[in-house]
């Protein structure tokens, strides 16, 4: 990502941030002459300590010289969690600059990791990379999502995907909640790897292609790792609902794996152990 991309990205997650703030919550007046949601940059200045020019620079995304300790006090006064903030300092103060590893292909997975894959049977499980390139995953995620292996490996990347194919937006009940979870996780990654332009590539590519993508990357969320309940309708089984846990492979590959854990108490497991002994009995039939 060149400078002055980082520096667009900063303004639009600054403008985005303010926008979801009450003026009330903060003590002002809502009042009815706001043009715009949120607060007023002045009234951010105010509460982080720091003049309203400079706020106003920092948010046009002007190539100005910003500290950690003011940082900090906008980041407070925007309300921003522990990822939101480490986003911020990423794009603002540009920390990942030079440590973007060299990128030829989507990294392979350990013989422990599929090991681990094989004994999450009945919990769908993907291993994405920093790209969320697709490098692994086990036969129940093949059963709830689709069969990754009809997918040519260069078209594996799950954002795409999960905007590409029918059958994945008919999955999730709220498909807008299902994607703002991986959104979320794939903006921590853009913020980590500003060097990296295959990002904004991306980015732009997706907006072209996908006009409701746009907008729910405009959210600017930013998560880690979130926790979410899933619904899901699949074709075969029926409603399933899902926890989705994610979890950062240590090691320089920088993987993820994304682990759906049937809820308790609902028949899931038992639909997912359906569909795999069908799947074992028509393989044994052949």
Known sequence: MNRQTRLQ????????????LLPESFGFPAG???????LRREEVAQLAGVSTTWYTWLEQGRDIRVSASV???????LQLTADER???????????AGTVPAWNEPPQISPSLQKILRELRYCPTIVSDRRFMIVGWNEAAAHVFL????VPQEERNMIRLLFERKEL????????????????????????????EWYGTFLEEMKAQYPDFKPLWEESRVSTAPEVLIEFRHAKAGKMLYHLTSLQV????????????????TSTELKLRRLLDKRTGAQADA
């Open 169 to 196: 937006r008919r999955l999730a009940v709220n498909w807008e909640h299902f994607i703002e979870g991986f959104l979320s996780i794939f903006r921590s990654y853009y913020g980590q790897y500003v060097e990296d």
């Open 147 to 150: 069969d990754f292996t009809q």
């Open 250 to 265: 240590q090691g320089e590959a920088d993987l993820r794996c994304s682990v759906y854990t049937p809820a308790p108490d």
């Open 32 to 38: 009815t002459r706001r043009r715009t949601p949120g």
């Open 71 to 77: 940082l900090d006090c906008v980041a407070a006064a």
């Open 9 to 20: 990205a900063l303004s639009d997650f600054l403008k985005s941030r303010r926008a979801k």
């Open 86 to 96: 480490k986003y911020l300092f990423s794009l603002a103060l540009d920390t990942a």
